[in-house]
Nanobody, 122 residues
Framework: VQLQASGGGLVQAGGSLRLSCAASGRAFSSYTVGWFRQAPGKEREFVALISWSGGSTYYADSVKGRFTISRDNAKNTVSLQMNSLKPEDTAVYYC????????????????WGQGTQVTVSS
């Protein structure tokens, strides 16, 4: 599975962005997909994930109520709608995929996209 993240950019605090993760390869619909982010000088952290069916979603406490993850298996895409953005959301955002059960642990993800920069100005 190959992943490509897009949709990042510069936005003012309170604004919105929609990130997309496009996948190529077989059986993408059987993968859990997660979004992670990494700010300068910090470790890569979990943001949100969605199960293979889309029936289960989980969010980091820091983004709960502001971000929404969704997927369209027919189009091999996963999206992350980010609303009410804050300067602390500034980071490179990565999408990742894994087989098997859902997990918040980045080390369990097998495939990673290249990342897209999100910058939120105050």
């Amino acid at each position: 599975v190959q992943l490509q993240a897009s949709g990042g950019g510069l936005v003012q605090a309170g604004g919105s962005l929609r990130l997309s993760c496009a996948a190529s390869g077989r059986a993408f619909s059987s993968y859990t997909v997660g979004w992670f982010r990494q700010a300068p000088g910090k470790e890569r952290e979990f943001v949100a994930l969605i199960s293979w069916s889309g029936g289960s979603t989980y969010y980091a406490d820091s983004v709960k109520g502001r971000f929404t993850i969704s997927r369209d298996n027919a189009k091999n895409t996963v999206s992350l709608q980010m609303n009410s953005l804050k300067p602390e959301d500034t980071a490179v955002y990565y999408c990742a995929a894994k087989r098997g059960s859902i997990s918040w642990d980045r080390d369990e993800y097998d495939y990673w996209g290249q990342g897209t920069q999100v910058t939120v100005s105050s």
